[in-house]
């Protein structure tokens, strides 16, 4: 356990940051979810609307540094190709 002042308030600013990136994490891959639900149940309509949901949710991730801008590429990119992929 830290003894030094700085060092028990990083611990401290650390666990919040860590809980707030992980509610990110979770509501990015939450919303992934519902487009490949989407996508595998061939409905275009509920795709769509669940991928522009996605990609909103994923470029704040991206915005707020919890995800590198490239990663958030990728991952928009293979959604976008799965969406495209029924319709």
Known sequence: ?????SAKKRI???ETKAARNKAIKSRVKTSIKK?????????SAA????L???VAEINKAGSKGVY???TCSRKIARLS???NGIA
């Open 12 to 14: 401290l600013v650390n």
């Open 52 to 54: 522009k949901a996605a």
């Open 35 to 43: 487009v490949e639900a989407a996508v595998t149940k061939k409905d």
């Open 68 to 70: 590198h801008k490239n």
């Open 1 to 5: 356990m830290a003894n030094i002042k």
């Open 81 to 83: 190709k799965a969406v």
């Open 47 to 50: 795709a769509e609307a669940a």
